[in-house]
């Protein structure tokens, strides 16, 4: 079964710096999915960053870019700039390529952006 | 658009009562799923809807049932509650023929047994 970890409970940067939050999966899979997904206090997740397995690029969305290491199985997120506004919870998601139904999610990182 | 929308917001129950919690969606997505989310954990999935007149079991079942009234509309309900449903819960939505299959979240209930 697949595993999503993240272990930092907890990230604080300074407004205006650059913070990378890190994720950890386990998966004897090769095609899948990975998604970074913002909840901010309001609850609502959302979509931050998605990457497929099978490119090597990594992806970027404006501020928000990812650290692909297929081999490592890790995917780090990069938050640069970092604004008041990005303060919230992150999540780690898994995916199979075939399944249209499972995320695995992984336990979540509080970032604090420090005025 | 609303997006997928859930009622109620809040919710208090006493052990052993039910409820139902409801989730509509207005993007004519087919796929639809209910998760719950405890603190330090992240989102486990409760039970899905591939599509209208489909539901399957997802990794925490035990203790709910749902129905997906059609294709907007996928409810959840709790037969009789128990503390340890204590929760957030969270319906999402999946539009066909999307490779990645994001998922559109709902705002959550927040869901009090005592």
């Known amino acids: 079964a697949q595993t999503v970890t993240q272990s930092q409970p907890e990230m604080s940067v300074q407004e205006a710096e650059t913070v990378t939050l890190s994720c950890t999966y386990d998966?004897?899979?090769?095609?899948?999915?990975l998604f970074w997904y913002k909840q901010p206090p309001s609850r609502q997740m959302i979509l931050v960053i998605r990457?497929?397995?099978?490119k090597q690029q990594n992806a970027t969305e404006n501020r928000f870019s990812v650290n692909f290491q297929k081999a490592a199985k890790s995917f780090s997120l990069k938050i640069s700039d970092s604004q008041l506004g990005d303060a919230a919870m992150y999540f780690c998601?898994?995916?199979?390529?075939?399944?249209?139904?499972?995320?695995?999610w992984g336990a979540g990182t509080k970032l604090i952006i420090k005025p | 658009n609303a997006g997928v929308t859930q009622t109620p917001k809040f919710q208090v129950l006493k052990t052993g009562q039910s409820m139902t919690l409801q989730c509509a969606q207005d993007?004519?997505?087919?796929?639809m799923y209910w998760y719950r989310q405890d603190p330090g954990m992240g989102l486990r999935l409760i039970y899905y809807?591939?599509?209208?007149?489909?539901?399957d079991k997802g990794e925490v079942p035990n203790g709910y049932n749902v129905s997906r009234l059609n294709k907007r509309e996928f409810s959840l309900r709790l037969e009789s509650a128990a503390p340890s449903q204590t929760s957030v819960y969270f319906c999402?939505?999946?539009?066909?023929?999307?490779?990645?299959?994001?998922?559109?979240f709902g705002p959550g209930t927040r869901l009090t047994v005592l």
């Open positions: 809807s591939a599509s209208e007149g489909t539901t």
């Open positions: 998966t004897s899979e090769s095609d899948y999915y």
């Open positions: 999402a939505s999946t539009p066909l023929g999307q490779s990645y299959n994001e998922q559109f």
């Open positions: 993007m004519n997505h087919n796929s």
């Open positions: 998601a898994y995916r199979s390529y075939d399944s249209n139904y499972q995320l695995i």
């Open positions: 990457q497929e397995a099978y």
